[in-house]
């Protein structure tokens, strides 16, 4: 019985390792349940058995790349007492971050209204939790609370970081100093 389970255990990780590489090389869109068992050598009603639809596949797969790649902690980030400072902190950790992650998540983003809502959703309540952790000290309040809210989410997004450093040629470091400047200059520090 204990064999039998590590076969399946190790057949839905094949399957699971196939969906996410080829979710970072051509992304969801292109991903096709016969590619996926090609991949991981197994026939389509394999993938079916393990995985019955696409919302259990992109699960298990989301969860397994956010294993490999876990995000920068956002407890730690509250630990650092200025905002300012908090912000740069955090900009720090989510570009080095990035440089791993931005393969698979432009991707995502770019094919985001294909994959199931989910996935939209969960990116969208990781960023109102990153913005409201690094925010609240500000103490910003109205428009101007608005503004730093904006000018956050685009400083730790990482289509930001792709198009000052991936695109752009600047170093981490000198993408931070300009991203926490602008937050600094929106919360009128």
Known sequence: MRARQENVDQTRLRITEATMQLHEEVGPAATTVSAIAELAGVTRLTVYRHFPDDDALVAACSAHWRALHPRPDVAAWEEVADPVERVRVALGQTYRWAREAVPMLSKIYRDLDQMPAFVAAGLAEDERTRV???????????????????????????????????????????????????VAAAAGR
């Open 132 to 182: 409201g952790a690094l925010a609240r000290d500000f103490r910003a309040r109205g428009r101007a609370a608005r503004r730093l809210e904006a000018v956050l989410a685009h400083a730790l997004d990482v289509r930001t970081w792709q198009s000052l450093c991936g695109d752009g040629g600047l170093r981490d470091e000198e993408a931070v100093a300009l991203m926490t400047g602008l």
